[in-house]
């Protein structure tokens, strides 16, 4: 199992531009998030989906985009790019939705946005 | 409001000393409590966590951590640091039955030789 897989891992944007992080995972995890990671800050969930078809906002979704049209993939999608969004996302996964089931957390995309 | 604090953001240990991070957390009850380590440029990796029951958890790498109700704590430690343990390291809770963590801010840990 490859596990959970972000692309890009390093990202440069223009204030303005739209850009779409990818993130998919092949252990069949129905319980899939976004985080963003800032200095001093922890990790702070973004969005979150429980299954295919459903998402719900987590505790910073501003400016951010998320679809779940299959197990797999979870992309979080940035509609115009602005410097205050200049962060490390992670997506992560679990088998279901509970503190009884472990995370586990892809490679990280290092976002700058100009 | 519920939060998690870790009050140390650098902390430097000699190779072989013992190593103590700390956590506080601030939850109307008791939440389950969560380590992870972030190793430079990859994912956050669970090292242990606390439910409930027994208050040392032993988790892998040899880490342990000590749940204190009565301290609001859930401190990190390991008798003997190796240089491999230099990363970040992060505590996070949650207290309800879904998967949002409530993460600390970091402890960077850094291993002198």
């Known amino acids: 199992n490859a596990g959970v897989t972000q692309t890009p891992k390093f990202q440069v944007l223009k204030t303005g531009q739209s850009m779409t992080l990818q993130c998919a995972q092949d252990?069949?995890?129905?319980?899939m998030s976004w985080y963003r990671q800032d200095p001093g800050m922890g990790l702070r969930l973004i969005h979150y989906s429980v299954g295919a078809g459903i998402t719900d906002q987590g505790e910073v979704p501003n400016g951010y985009n998320v679809s779940r049209s299959t197990t797999e993939d979870f992309p979080l999608r940035l509609l115009s790019a602005a410097p205050s969004q200049t962060s490390v996302y992670f997506c992560a996964s679990s088998l279901g939705q509970g503190a009884l089931n472990e995370q586990y957390f892809g490679p990280g995309t290092r976002l700058t946005v100009t | 409001a519920q939060s998690v604090t870790q009050p140390d953001i650098h902390i430097t240990v000699s190779e072989g000393a013992s190593l103590e991070l700390r956590c506080n957390y601030s939850?109307?009850?008791?939440?389950?409590l969560f380590w992870y380590v972030q190793s430079p440029g990859q994912g956050l990796q669970l090292l242990l966590k606390y439910f409930s029951g027994d208050t040392l958890v032993q988790g892998i790498k040899g880490f342990e951590a000590e749940f204190k109700r009565s301290q609001s704590s859930f401190n990190l430690r390991k008798p003997s640091v190796h240089w491999s343990d230099a990363a970040e390291y992060f505590c996070?809770?949650?207290?309800?039955?879904?998967?949002?963590?409530?993460f600390g801010g970091g402890t960077r840990l850094m291993v002198k030789p």
């Open positions: 939850y109307g009850a008791t939440p389950y």
């Open positions: 996070a809770a949650t207290n309800n039955a879904g998967n949002m963590l409530t």
């Open positions: 252990m069949n995890h129905e319980y």
